[in-house]
């Protein structure tokens, strides 16, 4: 959240900013748009939900099976295997969370950031933290993350998901709370045959759509 809102103090940003995010940018962008509205004149948040949506889904049966990477992280043995074969895992999981989209330039890309150990050891840093067993789920984590990506964005919001998300199951019930969470003149869109990484699977419908919500 407070690396959110630095990057738009930095170059000097003003209230006609506009906040684009994704996935682990979602956290952020939620907290940082409560944190400080006044910063943002519009928002645009992709395939992760807020807290009090994604803590309906989190423990369903289906989730929990999308999820498994969360646990298998915290197993010392975990960072040996993801990055063994080429890091054949991100293979795996590009897969799986975009179905029937030829990952392969980008998938490239990822594992050029991340066959530095350090790299690698950093990325999975943030499941250590976030997901830590002993603490997910619990009343005070809740409460904590809560205070941080769980409250309403008070600015208009687009969000965007796709059906096809092999990695959060936002199903139309949950995209109708979703909905209600928002403010006024947000919009919430499920855009059929998308999975997880819809900003470049279909890159020029997502932007589309982000510049006709900008207009309007």
Same mark, same amino acid.
């Given at each position: !959240?407070?690396?959110?809102?630095?990057?738009?103090?930095?170059? @000097?940003? &003003? $209230?006609?900013?506009?906040?684009?995010? *994704?996935?682990?940018?979602?956290?952020? +962008?939620?907290? +940082?748009?409560?944190?400080?509205?006044? /910063?943002?004149?519009?928002?645009?948040?992709?395939?992760?939900?807020?807290?009090?949506?994604?803590?309906?889904?989190?423990?369903?049966?289906?989730?929990?099976?999308?999820?498994?990477?969360?646990?298998?992280?915290? !197993?010392?043995?975990?960072?040996?295997?993801? @990055?063994?074969?080429?890091? +054949?895992?991100?293979? @795996?999981?590009?897969?799986?969370?975009?179905?029937?989209? &030829? %990952?392969?330039?980008?998938?490239?890309?990822?594992?050029?950031?991340?066959?530095?150990?350090?790299? #690698?050891?950093?990325? !999975? $840093?943030?499941? *250590? %933290?976030?997901?830590?067993?002993? /603490?997910?789920?619990?009343?005070?984590?809740?409460?904590?993350?809560? %205070?941080?990506? $769980? /409250?309403?964005?008070?600015?208009?919001?687009?969000? #965007? *998901?796709?059906?096809?998300?092999?990695?959060?199951?936002?199903? +139309?019930?949950?995209?109708?709370? #979703?909905?209600?969470? #928002?403010?006024? &003149?947000?919009?919430?869109? /499920?855009?059929?045959?998308?999975?997880?990484?819809?900003?470049?699977?279909?890159?020029?419908?997502?932007?589309?759509?982000?510049?006709?919500?900008?207009?309007?």
């Amino acid at each position: !959240m407070a690396d959110a809102v630095a990057l738009h103090q930095a170059p @000097g940003g &003003d $209230g006609e900013a506009v906040l684009i995010a *994704h996935d682990w940018g979602a956290t952020a +962008a939620w907290g +940082a748009t409560a944190l400080e509205p006044q /910063r943002w004149r519009r928002v645009v948040i992709a395939n992760v939900p807020p807290l009090q949506i994604f803590g309906q889904i989190a423990f369903r049966y289906d989730q929990l099976k999308r999820s498994f990477y969360f646990w298998f992280f915290q !197993m010392s043995i975990a960072e040996s295997i993801v @990055g063994a074969n080429d890091l +054949a895992f991100i293979d @795996g999981l590009w897969a799986d969370w975009s179905p029937g989209y &030829d %990952a392969t330039y980008d998938v490239a890309r990822v594992k050029e950031c991340l066959r530095d150990p350090a790299n #690698l050891r950093a990325a !999975m $840093g943030y499941y *250590h %933290a976030f997901f830590d067993p002993a /603490r997910f789920g619990s009343p005070e984590w809740t409460e904590e993350q809560g %205070a941080a990506w $769980g /409250r309403p964005t008070p600015q208009p919001t687009l969000y #965007l *998901h796709g059906t096809d998300d092999g990695c959060i199951a936002l199903d +139309a019930n949950a995209a109708a709370e #979703l909905r209600a969470f #928002l403010s006024p &003149d947000s919009q919430v869109e /499920r855009i059929a045959g998308v999975g997880h990484f819809l900003l470049v699977e279909r890159s020029q419908e997502v932007n589309d759509r982000i510049l006709r919500f900008l207009r309007s």
